[in-house]
Protein backbone atom coordinates (compact mmCIF):
# COMPACT_ATOMS: atom_id res chain seq x y z
CA UNK A 1 0.00 0.00 0.00
CA UNK A 2 1.21 3.43 -0.43
CA UNK A 3 3.13 5.31 2.49
CA UNK A 4 4.23 8.65 2.95
CA UNK A 5 6.65 9.30 5.78
CA UNK A 6 7.85 13.02 6.64
CA UNK A 7 10.57 14.04 7.98
CA UNK A 8 12.95 17.30 9.07
CA UNK A 9 10.77 19.31 10.91
CA UNK A 10 11.92 21.27 13.85
CA UNK A 11 12.17 24.73 15.41
CA UNK A 12 13.58 27.70 13.88
CA UNK A 13 14.08 31.37 14.41
CA UNK A 14 12.39 33.84 11.76
CA UNK A 15 14.05 34.49 8.91
CA UNK A 16 15.78 30.46 9.21
CA UNK A 17 15.11 27.95 6.49
CA UNK A 18 13.84 24.15 6.39
CA UNK A 19 13.53 21.81 4.29
CA UNK A 20 11.22 18.75 4.32
CA UNK A 21 11.26 15.19 2.94
CA UNK A 22 8.74 13.11 2.13
CA UNK A 23 9.73 9.35 1.55
CA UNK A 24 7.17 7.70 -0.80
CA UNK A 25 6.59 4.21 -1.13
CA UNK A 26 3.86 2.05 -2.91
CA UNK A 27 3.05 3.74 -5.63
CA UNK A 28 2.00 1.51 -9.07
CA UNK A 29 3.11 4.14 -11.54
CA UNK A 30 4.07 7.99 -11.48
CA UNK A 31 0.47 9.16 -12.26
CA UNK A 32 0.03 10.58 -8.37
CA UNK A 33 -0.70 14.39 -7.48
CA UNK A 34 1.46 15.24 -4.69
CA UNK A 35 0.92 18.25 -1.90
CA UNK A 36 1.97 19.93 1.18
CA UNK A 37 -0.47 20.54 3.65
CA UNK A 38 0.14 22.43 7.31
CA UNK A 39 -2.42 22.70 9.80
CA UNK A 40 -1.62 24.89 13.36
CA UNK A 41 -3.67 25.18 15.99
CA UNK A 42 -6.72 26.04 16.17
CA UNK A 43 -6.97 26.72 12.27
CA UNK A 44 -7.91 24.42 9.28
CA UNK A 45 -5.82 22.68 7.38
CA UNK A 46 -4.51 24.57 4.40
CA UNK A 47 -2.65 23.42 0.92
CA UNK A 48 1.02 24.76 1.05
CA UNK A 49 2.18 23.54 -2.14
CA UNK A 50 1.31 20.95 -4.88
CA UNK A 51 3.26 19.07 -7.99
CA UNK A 52 1.17 18.01 -10.96
CA UNK A 53 2.46 14.15 -11.44
CA UNK A 54 4.81 14.98 -14.38
CA UNK A 55 6.42 18.16 -12.63
CA UNK A 56 4.93 20.16 -15.06
CA UNK A 57 2.73 22.67 -13.10
CA UNK A 58 2.68 23.32 -9.30
CA UNK A 59 0.66 25.59 -6.69
CA UNK A 60 2.10 27.93 -3.97
CA UNK A 61 -0.10 29.12 -1.05
CA UNK A 62 0.04 33.33 -1.54
CA UNK A 63 1.61 33.53 1.89
CA UNK A 64 4.73 31.22 0.78
CA UNK A 65 5.23 32.07 -2.87
CA UNK A 66 8.65 32.99 -3.24
CA UNK A 67 9.75 31.31 -0.50
CA UNK A 68 8.71 27.91 -0.37
CA UNK A 69 9.60 25.21 -3.17
CA UNK A 70 7.95 22.15 -4.05
CA UNK A 71 10.46 18.87 -5.81
CA UNK A 72 10.14 15.54 -6.37
CA UNK A 73 13.18 13.12 -6.96
CA UNK A 74 11.56 9.92 -9.00
CA UNK A 75 14.89 8.01 -8.91
CA UNK A 76 15.21 8.63 -5.05
CA UNK A 77 10.55 8.53 -4.13
CA UNK A 78 11.05 11.59 -2.52
CA UNK A 79 8.93 15.10 -2.33
CA UNK A 80 10.96 17.66 -1.00
CA UNK A 81 9.77 21.56 0.41
CA UNK A 82 12.41 23.91 0.83
CA UNK A 83 11.03 26.67 3.02
CA UNK A 84 13.13 29.74 2.94
CA UNK A 85 12.89 33.31 5.28
CA UNK A 86 10.89 31.20 7.96
CA UNK A 87 8.17 33.00 9.70
CA UNK A 88 5.89 32.76 13.15
CA UNK A 89 2.83 32.33 10.31
CA UNK A 90 4.63 29.36 9.03
CA UNK A 91 4.58 27.36 12.47
CA UNK A 92 2.42 24.02 12.26
CA UNK A 93 2.28 20.54 11.95
CA UNK A 94 3.55 19.54 7.73
CA UNK A 95 2.05 16.60 6.18
CA UNK A 96 2.94 14.90 2.90
CA UNK A 97 -0.12 13.94 0.44
CA UNK A 98 -1.42 12.15 -2.44
CA UNK A 99 -3.74 11.35 -4.33
CA UNK A 100 -3.77 9.04 -8.03
CA UNK A 101 -5.25 10.49 -10.72
CA UNK A 102 -5.16 10.29 -14.62
CA UNK A 103 -4.81 13.61 -15.40
CA UNK A 104 -1.34 15.97 -15.70
CA UNK A 105 -2.28 18.45 -13.09
CA UNK A 106 -3.17 18.86 -9.60
CA UNK A 107 -5.59 20.78 -7.31
CA UNK A 108 -5.24 22.47 -3.90
CA UNK A 109 -8.90 21.27 -3.07
CA UNK A 110 -9.00 17.66 -4.30
CA UNK A 111 -9.54 14.75 -1.76
CA UNK A 112 -6.10 13.39 -1.07
CA UNK A 113 -6.31 9.94 -0.49
CA UNK A 114 -3.16 9.32 1.32
CA UNK A 115 -1.54 11.19 4.09
CA UNK A 116 2.01 11.15 6.15
CA UNK A 117 1.80 11.45 10.09
CA UNK A 118 2.86 14.74 10.23
CA UNK A 119 6.15 16.52 10.63
CA UNK A 120 6.13 19.76 13.12
CA UNK A 121 7.76 22.79 12.51
CA UNK A 122 7.88 25.76 14.51
CA UNK A 123 9.28 29.08 13.47
CA UNK A 124 10.24 31.21 16.70
CA UNK A 125 9.86 35.23 16.91
Known amino acids: QVQLVESGGGTVQTGGALTLSCAVS????????MAWFRQAPGKEREAVAT????????YYLDSVKGRFTISRDEAKNTLSLQMNSLKPEDTGMYYC??????????????????WGQGTQVTVSS
Open 51 to 58: MSPGGSSS
Open 26 to 33: GFTDLMYC
Open 97 to 114: AAERVRVDYCRANWDFAY
